[in-house]
């Protein structure tokens, strides 16, 4: 197992509600991806961030945003929630290093329900 | 932006048979290609990865092949067991994102 963490780990929230998701970084990762899961299809990439600025945006609406903190936890948040935004959030760790990205290693996953 | 399509999206084999899953990326620049093993319910692992620069890497059963010029790598799997039994994701890394393909669920049987 990974040493990356994820909390919630199940979450029911409702139609225009707000959701925020965390991320625990493996030791020495500085940098966190943040993918969404649909229900038989792969993860989607939403953003990614490094030193704490975003680092790269997936097809993702504004409604998502995101933080990454000085000890490289993060947070998902999205805004007015959509049925459609019920999925499994995964976040990923990773070392970026000489402008590379190094593997990443997921979390256990926020599986969201909007109702 | 990067396009990965994965292929079959279900593989059925007997115990002790291979599997073979295929991907095909868009991108010129990607550089980087994991595979992930995702069991119902859990978190994808990395299973194996291979860089551009590299044709083939092995570990154990498990072997990824690349073709950069083709645009393509595969995922072979030689004596397979009941437990590989999971979704297989390919993916694609150009600077510093992560492209994935829809999966293929591997049902191996006894």
């Known amino acids: 197992e990974t040493g990356v963490t994820q909390s919630p780990t199940h979450l029911i929230k409702t139609r225009g509600q707000q959701v925020t998701l965390r991320c625990s970084s493996q030791s020495g990762h500085n940098t966190v991806s943040w993918y969404q899961q649909a229900l038989g299809q792969g993860p989607q990439f939403i953003f990614q961030?490094?030193?704490?600025?975003?680092?790269g945006r997936g097809n993702f609406p504004p409604r998502f945003s995101g933080l990454q903190f000085p000890n490289y936890s993060s947070e998902l948040n999205v805004n007015a929630l959509e049925l459609d935004d019920s999925a499994l959030y995964l976040c990923?760790?990773?070392?970026?290093?000489?402008?590379?990205?190094?593997?990443?290693?997921f979390g256990p996953g926020t599986r969201l329900l909007v109702l | 932006g990067e396009n990965v399509e994965q292929h079959p999206s279900t593989l059925s084999v007997q115990e002790g048979d291979s599997a073979v899953i295929k991907c095909t990326y868009s991108d010129s620049a990607s550089n980087y290609f994991p595979w992930y093993k995702q069991e119902l319910g859990k978190r994808p692992q990395l299973i194996i990865d291979?860089?551009?620069?590299?044709g083939e890497k092995k570990d154990q059963r498990i072997a990824v092949t690349l073709n950069k010029t083709a645009k393509h790598f595969s995922l072979h799997i030689t004596e397979t067991q009941p437990e590989d039994s999971a979704v297989y994701f390919c993916?694609?890394?150009?600077?510093?994102?992560?492209?994935f393909g829809k999966g293929t669920m591997l049902l191996v049987s006894p």
């Open positions: 993916a694609a890394r150009g600077y510093s994102t992560l492209t």
């Open positions: 291979i860089r551009s620069n590299v």
């Open positions: 961030y490094y030193r704490e600025e975003e680092n």
């Open positions: 990923a760790s990773s070392l970026m290093s000489s402008g590379s990205v190094e593997t990443q290693y």
